[in-house]
């Protein structure tokens, strides 16, 4: 089994939970995607950054063996949700001109490769920032209202599974960058409020703008991924143990604050999950099993 079928299997679980928690019965309409890579259905494509997968191998493993935008052999983790609940097996890019508002109703990703909470990171490698992703969401309301009508729209809006997974490019493509400023601004704790706190006003507002449940995904253990082992020469290409523990300690202040909105916002349903951590640590213990 491969690390992307593992990890959408945590991710699987992890809706699975928004829905059992909430207090509503109705069937979740469309799956709605923000972040970064890990997620990225093909926004990449069609903006002008050197950040692309259209190209092979990508996509070995997709239907048809052509690459499609998503960073990984085939499907990304957004699309074994939508098929879990009964939706289309894939989820389209907003940016994607071969797909419509008719497509995009049922399930539509924001998310761009590269990207971050922090501006900053994605002028790295000139790629859509958050903010951008929720100025692209607010259009789509806006197309999705003239296609279905303000109530229908009220309706799926409101009880759509919203998935964020993002945070990985903050810290390994800015924070840690020889070019980076950031670590001139701030320490690295000070950094992970930072960010705690964009992605906290990232949450608020997706719930003024109707969002009521929300699947949140932390970070992986930054330190074991292939490129950060690759150029730890002097740790004899084993995993940077710095790198992990802030992975640790940021996914546990995202957890923190993803409690403390479940409190604030009235009816609002938010799942954190930190499983693409534990699942990657478990394949790299023991290779073997996958």
Same mark, same amino acid.
């Given at each position: 089994? @491969?690390?992307?079928?593992?990890?959408?299997?945590?991710?699987? /679980?992890?809706?699975?939970?928004?829905?059992?928690?909430?207090?509503?019965? #109705?069937?979740?309409?469309?799956?709605?995607?923000?972040?970064?890579?890990?997620?990225?259905? &093909?926004?990449?494509?069609?903006? $002008?950054?050197?950040?692309?997968?259209?190209?092979?191998?990508? @996509?070995?493993?997709?239907?048809?063996? +052509?690459?499609?935008?998503?960073?990984?052999?085939?499907?990304?983790?957004?699309?074994?949700?939508?098929?879990?609940?009964?939706?289309?097996?894939?989820?389209?890019?907003?940016?994607?001109?071969?797909? $419509?508002?008719?497509?995009? #109703?049922?399930?539509?990703? !924001?998310?761009?490769?590269?990207?971050?909470?922090?501006?900053?990171?994605?002028?790295?490698?000139?790629?859509?920032?958050?903010?951008?992703? +929720?100025?692209?969401?607010?259009?789509? /309301?806006?197309?999705?209202?003239?296609?279905?009508?303000?109530?229908?729209?009220?309706?799926?809006?409101?009880?759509?599974?919203?998935?964020?997974?993002?945070?990985?490019? %903050? !810290?390994?493509?800015?924070?840690?960058?020889?070019?980076?400023?950031? =670590?001139?601004?701030?320490?690295? =704790?000070?950094? /992970?409020?930072?960010?705690? &706190?964009?992605?906290? %006003?990232?949450?608020?507002?997706?719930?003024?703008? &109707?969002?009521?449940?929300?699947?949140?995904?932390?970070?992986?253990?930054? &330190?074991?991924?292939?490129?950060?082992?690759?150029?730890?020469?002097? @740790?004899?290409?084993?995993?940077?143990?710095?790198?992990?523990d802030v992975s640790m300690e940021f996914n546990g202040k995202l957890e923190g604050m993803a409690s403390q909105l479940k409190r604030e916002l009235p009816? !609002?349903?938010?799942?954190?999950?930190?499983?693409?951590? %534990?699942?990657?640590?478990?394949?790299?213990?023991?290779? #073997?099993?996958?």
């Open positions: 089994m @491969g690390y992307m079928n593992v990890l959408s299997l945590f991710f699987i /679980q992890t809706v699975l939970l928004v829905v059992l928690v909430a207090e509503t019965k #109705a069937k979740v309409p469309a799956i709605i995607v923000f972040g970064d890579s890990s997620v990225d259905t &093909g926004n990449n494509n069609v903006i $002008s950054t050197l950040l692309k997968s259209n190209f092979k191998p990508y @996509g070995r493993d997709f239907e048809g063996g +052509l690459p499609t935008g998503r960073f990984c052999n085939g499907r990304v983790p957004p699309d074994f949700i939508s098929e879990a609940f009964g939706l289309k097996p894939t989820i389209p890019a907003y940016l994607d001109p071969q797909y $419509s508002i008719s497509d995009f #109703a049922t399930g539509v990703c !924001f998310a761009s490769a590269g990207t971050g909470y922090d501006n900053a990171t994605s002028d790295v490698l000139n790629v859509i920032p958050l903010w951008k992703e +929720l100025e692209n969401y607010k259009d789509y /309301q806006n197309k999705l209202r003239a296609y279905v009508g303000h109530r229908k729209a009220r309706e799926i809006i409101r009880e759509s599974l919203y998935v964020m997974s993002l945070g990985t490019n %903050d !810290f390994l493509e800015n924070y840690y960058s020889f070019q980076s400023t950031r =670590r001139s601004q701030f320490t690295v =704790r000070q950094y /992970q409020d930072f960010l705690v &706190g964009l992605a906290r %006003d990232f949450i608020t507002e997706l719930y003024r703008l &109707g969002a009521r449940k929300l699947s949140l995904n932390g970070v992986p253990p930054m &330190g074991c991924l292939p490129l950060e082992r690759a150029t730890n020469i002097m @740790g004899q290409y084993e995993c940077l143990q710095e790198y992990n009816g !609002f349903k938010m799942v954190f999950t930190s499983t693409t951590y %534990d699942a990657f640590s478990q394949i790299i213990r023991n290779p #073997a099993e996958y």
